[in-house]
């Protein structure tokens, strides 16, 4: 490992120092080994629960993908007496001041989950609710759905979900990641960066 990542891997806050995160931000900038460029941090998403049983809503080419009485639309999924909610969890890139998210989702007891679809039509206010993760996250993963709280998104934005205290995910959304763990997670996720990032 490079001198540099081994350097800012030690907490350094401020990210402007950090030649990686500026080739990261810098959409000028082209990896001479393949011509990549970058424009900064983006998301990452998942295409349904982890507990979803009937595949990929995306590769299947649908808007809604129905079987039987189980529903899986993009923001709202039903399935086995459960209801789940697309959800945005975020995570402060320390130095940065900017936050990644995962497009997650939560689950919903019925009565919340029938507040939150009527707050959509303009027929109730939804407040916020307990919900369950529904997916493992990379760097974050457990074998147990982590107990949250969601909360209502901005003006036509998905709700966001903050995961309660006793898990990594916990301090990570309160003190947040540093741009290695968002390295990783990109890496887990199949964009492996740090090649074209790092010093040649």
Known sequence: MKFLERFFQKGSEDLS?????RRFNDSAYKCPCCDQSFSGIFDIGFDHPDPWPHGNRK???QEELIVGEDRLGTDLCRFSGHVFVRSVLYLPVKGSGKRFGFGCWGSLSDENFDT???DSRG???FEGAFSWLANSLPCFESTDPLPCNMTPGDDG???SLWVQEGHALFDAQQEGI???TLLDIY????NNLRPHLSDA
């Open 17 to 21: 120092k950090d030649p990686r995160w």
């Open 59 to 61: 590769e299947s080419g």
């Open 116 to 118: 939150y679809v009527k």
């Open 157 to 159: 934005q998905r709700p």
């Open 178 to 180: 540093s741009f290695d």
């Open 187 to 190: 890496a887990k996720t199949g």
């Open 123 to 125: 027929e109730a206010v």
